[in-house]
Every structure is written in structure tokens, then in C-alpha cells.
């Protein structure tokens, strides 16, 4: 089944804003790429703003499932590290290159407050899920773990950019393992 113009407006600008940058590509840029009319693109999304704020959502939608589905099938105990793993797959697949919504809080500043708390927001779910996910693991009342996991996961984002993947996420998994183990030590 073919995608639906909307569905294709947004898969062309997020390639675009992640590969170019969201400021430097413009209207003309997408809707070319897309292969639609600039009407088309304005009876879905009333602005570059609306469109960009629609990309940034449904991506996130995409990478909150990917870790929600890592980490239901995870037993107690490996939740974490589950999760850990898919946001390694994720940089794989999706973002080789850094994430999206960094590179969203660097464009929108001081340009859309709606955009730059948008990404924030992104960020504050992925802390989330981490917290949740050591709760399950049962290393939830470890203090500042999951504020240590985050940023060995924020890390990686940058890393993969300037070290490639493979060391990237070797140095997250030894990161997280470090810190896993030795808050366990701390439960026995």
C-alpha cells in the first residue's frame, strides 16, 4: 500500500532535517524531494514549524516503541540492559549521525520555544524509561543512576558521530555494565 502523501511529506523532511539541518532546508528543498506540489504540503502542516513538530513527534513515537518492545520481553534484571541495547540498534538504523532532537534543541533555541520543548521533552521520556526500567530490574532506589545511564546514552548519541558505531556502542555497553554491576553490588 502506498504511503499517504503525509506519511511521505514527513519520511522526506525527517531525512532532510536530519541530514541537512532543519533551518537549512526549506519548503522547496522537501516538497521537491517528495515529489508533491507546495499546496500539498500546506494542507497538511500549516507551517515548516508544524511540519518539523510533527517529524520530531512521530519520530520519538517510533524510538519510545522500540524500547518499549525491548524492554516487555525482558526479564527482571536484564530490563535495563535491554533498553540500553535498543537505543544502540536505534543509533544504528536511525541515527549514525547524532540525535535528531539535540540537533532540534541547538536549531530552536532561540527560534520556537514549541520546538525546543518538544525535544526536551523527548530527552525527559528517555530518563523515564530508564528510571522505569531499573525500577523493574529492582535498582530504582540506587540515587542518580538513571541520571548516570542517561548520560552515558546521550554520550553515545555524539559518539557514534565521531568514533562510528561499533566503538560507540562497545564503550556503552562496558559504560552501562560498569554501572549496572556496581549498583547491584551495592543490593547484595
Given at each position: 500500500?502506498?504511503?499517504?502523501?503525509?506519511?511521505?511529506?514527513?519520511?522526506?523532511?525527517?531525512?532532510?532535517?536530519?541530514?541537512?539541518?532543519?533551518?537549512?532546508?526549506?519548503?522547496?528543498?522537501?516538497?521537491?524531494?517528495?515529489?508533491?506540489?507546495?499546496?500539498?504540503?500546506?494542507?497538511?502542516?500549516?507551517?515548516?514549524e508544524a511540519?518539523?513538530?510533527?517529524?520530531?513527534?512521530?519520530?520519538?513515537?517510533?524510538?519510545?516503541?522500540?524500547?518499549?518492545?525491548?524492554?516487555?520481553?525482558?526479564?527482571?534484571?536484564?530490563?535495563?540492559?535491554?533498553?540500553?541495547?535498543?537505543?544502540?540498534?536505534?543509533?544504528?538504523?536511525?541515527?549514525?549521525?547524532?540525535c535528531i532532537?539535540?540537533?532540534?534543541?541547538?536549531?530552536?533555541?532561540?527560534?520556537?520555544?514549541?520546538?525546543?520543548?518538544?525535544?526536551?521533552?523527548?530527552?525527559?521520556?528517555?530518563?523515564?524509561?530508564?528510571?522505569?526500567?531499573?525500577?523493574?530490574?529492582?535498582?530504582?532506589?540506587?540515587?542518580?543512576?538513571?541520571?548516570?545511564?542517561?548520560?552515558?546514552?546521550?554520550?553515545?548519541?555524539?559518539?557514534?558521530a565521531l568514533?562510528?558505531?561499533?566503538?560507540?556502542?562497545?564503550?556503552?555497553?562496558?559504560?552501562?555494565?560498569?554501572?549496572?554491576?556496581?549498583?547491584?553490588?551495592?543490593?547484595?
Open positions: 500500500m502506498p504511503a499517504s502523501k503525509r506519511d511521505q511529506l514527513l519520511a522526506t523532511a525527517e531525512q532532510l532535517f536530519y541530514e541537512e539541518g532543519f533551518h537549512a532546508t526549506g519548503i522547496d528543498r522537501i516538497v521537491a524531494a517528495a515529489g508533491v506540489v507546495r499546496m500539498t504540503l500546506y494542507n497538511h502542516f500549516a507551517s515548516k511540519l518539523v513538530a510533527a517529524v520530531l513527534a512521530t519520530r520519538h513515537e517510533r524510538f519510545m516503541a522500540s524500547l518499549d518492545t525491548a524492554t516487555a520481553s525482558a526479564v527482571p534484571g536484564q530490563v535495563t540492559r535491554a533498553l540500553v541495547d535498543a537505543h544502540g540498534r536505534w543509533l544504528e538504523d536511525h541515527s549514525p549521525h547524532g532532537m539535540v540537533k532540534a534543541m541547538g536549531e530552536f533555541a532561540e527560534h520556537s520555544t514549541e520546538i525546543h520543548a518538544l525535544a526536551v521533552a523527548a530527552k525527559a521520556d528517555l530518563l523515564a524509561r530508564l528510571e522505569a526500567s531499573l525500577a523493574r530490574d529492582g535498582l530504582d532506589h540506587q540515587d542518580g543512576l538513571a541520571r548516570q545511564l542517561f548520560m552515558v546514552l546521550e554520550g553515545s548519541n555524539t559518539a557514534v568514533q562510528g558505531t561499533h566503538t560507540a556502542l562497545a564503550d556503552t555497553q562496558a559504560l552501562t555494565d560498569t554501572l549496572l554491576s556496581v549498583a547491584q553490588g551495592k543490593t547484595e
